[in-house]
């Protein structure tokens, strides 16, 4: 591989020279960068990236922090997220947390050494204190607002508890059950638990709650959950929960031969890929993955370079999506 | 934040000395060390890894290569990757090529570049060319052996290939359609679709086959497959497919009113977690996802430490898994 050296050499400039043009700062003139830019070209050379790094103190490189990538949900977001990063330049670093907060610290570490331009996190194993010093470009999904700094990105989750309700609600349910998270702490998306759990006692039905802890998610701990809940609440005819739960709950249902949506309704919450394959086919409240993925990497961008981006919460809308696990005003399922 | 001369000034020593300290270089003594590292900590001084790793050469980040990284078998597989990768230090930045084959290229350069130590590739878009003429540590996901130096990993598909076979003859099918690929490039998986299809001829049975692109996982497109391979063959019997095909063949029967398996057995081929949501659960043929990621990741940690790793393709055992979608010798499902 060629050198700076040998770039510089043939082109008759200084190796300051050639870096100008590489970097594309200070001043070179039209006739030299040409010269220098046909030398590159011709000895194929690749300047080293770590040491143009080093000049510009950029990476082009963020990190997305997620719990868990096999998730569904985060596997669809980190990919909508990844390509938006692209058209901007940016390559991603992933981080995977999941049940690992020390490796959460090692790539929040990062911003601080320089190895990244910027976080997005979408962690829920978060260590407050960890966040609360940081500085810097980072955006979070759907976490609490950590410090000033962090600007938050989320969905009307109210909007979609009082959804979920509704679609139950309409659909004759007497006594339903939300699988919620067993968290104390300020996540936007406790709001649809909570606005859930309202409207279904306002229209006098029996509300049930189930708790998992919120960093598990596996099928092994979600199984257990639902084997429980069976036992606790084994009349409810109604669920809420999201998508992997929802389809979880089904599969159980279906094998004790419980007929859908006659016996049993459900409405899932995220609305992902997993969903589709699933026969009924599930109603749900449905994320805009994309736009999220769209709002968070735009933001991002802004503030590595250095513009003033209002970091109030952006809240971005949510609906409800007909499947054949609720029924339809119409009533196309038998009762 | 402190700065590497502040640090050199209050520990009484040159930046040099500091920083074959922080690089663990050259000679210190063991006082100098222990004034040195006390001061680091009192200054909470945190080396700008840039210029660490333009110093070391290295920058313990591993590039991971995939088709899509919301397909399930990607996810599982990367989340994998990227749990081995840390457990020797690596941070894990992920390039998700569906449909862009200039992106893929882009990550290879920085091999090249010094932005990676190394590269594992499951690619699907890749352009040979490109791979024909790469060096340096690069590990291969059931790629063709693309040039001497990368190492492919894969399974033993020529196996999985049979036990599928075996399962569907067991069964009683009289007609099979398998879902394959349409590629004419030398990818190790072609053989499971191989010995699938030798394996039922030889047994008397129709087989058919539908050929679906290799680089499409959207679910729109594997639903166009799906109809038209209904219209094509109407009297299948039999389905061998991967996950995702498998289950939406299994929610169109489902919807048509076939019974499983009276009317339709299925034996799914990755045996990803997206299996785990379905009634009837299916049969599959089930790849050791964990042991992948671990020969991967293992062979390319000593590459890159410059051992002398012997380049022969690495194929992992595979093994069939019952479910509900094919009969058992007891007959538990009556026909």
Redesign the interface.
């Known amino acids: 591989?060629s050198s700076i050296q040998e770039v510089a050499k043939k082109a008759g400039v200084g190796v300051g020279t050639v870096s100008r043009v590489i970097n594309d700062s200070g001043y070179v003139s039209d006739k030299t960068r040409k010269k220098v830019e046909d030398v590159i070209a011709e000895l194929n050379y690749?300047?080293?990236?770590?040491?143009r790094?080093?000049f510009r103190?950029k990476?082009n490189?963020v990190a997305v922090i997620t719990p868990?990538?096999?998730n569904?949900y985060y596997?669809?977001l980190?990919?909508a997220v990844?390509?938006r990063l692209?058209k901007y330049g940016y390559?991603?670093?992933?981080?995977?947390t999941i049940g690992e907060a020390t490796?959460e610290e090692a790539?929040l570490?990062?911003l601080?050494?320089?190895?990244v331009d910027g976080i997005i996190t979408g962690t829920h194993t978060l260590d407050y204190s960890i966040y609360k010093k940081l500085k810097g470009p980072i955006v979070g999904f759907d976490t609490p607002k950590l410090n000033d700094d962090i600007l938050v990105v989320t969905v009307d989750h109210e909007k979609g508890g009082k959804l979920a309700a509704k679609a139950l609600i309409e659909s004759g349910c007497k006594e339903v059950l939300q699988f919620s998270d067993a968290t104390t702490k300020n996540y936007p998306f406790i709001k649809r638990h909570r606005a859930f759990a309202k409207e279904i006692k306002k229209a006098g039905i029996t509300a049930r709650e189930y708790k998992p802890l919120m960093d598990r998610f596996d099928?092994e701990y979600i199984e257990e959950n639902i084997e429980e809940a069976f036992k606790l609440y084994p009349n409810v005819d109604g669920i809420f929960a999201t998508d992997?739960h929802a389809?979880?709950y089904?599969?159980k249902a279906?094998?004790l031969g419980k007929r859908i949506p006659q016996d049993l309704k459900i409405v899932a919450y995220d609305g992902t890929?997993?969903l589709?394959?699933?026969?009924p086919?599930l109603s749900a409240i449905v994320q805009p993955i994309d736009e999220l993925a769209k709002a968070a990497v735009d933001s991002l961008h802004a503030i590595i370079e250095g513009e003033r981006v209002d970091r109030k919460t952006k809240v971005l809308d949510i609906y409800f999506r007909q499947g054949m696990t609720t029924n339809r005003k119409e009533d196309l399922y038998e009762q």
Chains 1, 2 share one sequence.
């Open positions: 591989m690749k300047p080293n990236e770590l040491a790094n080093l103190n990476t490189i868990a990538i096999g569904p596997a669809t980190y990919s990844e390509n692209r390559k991603t670093m992933l981080c995977n490796n790539y570490e990062m601080e050494r320089n190895m099928y992997t389809l979880l089904m599969k279906l094998s890929f997993i589709d394959t699933a026969y086919s």
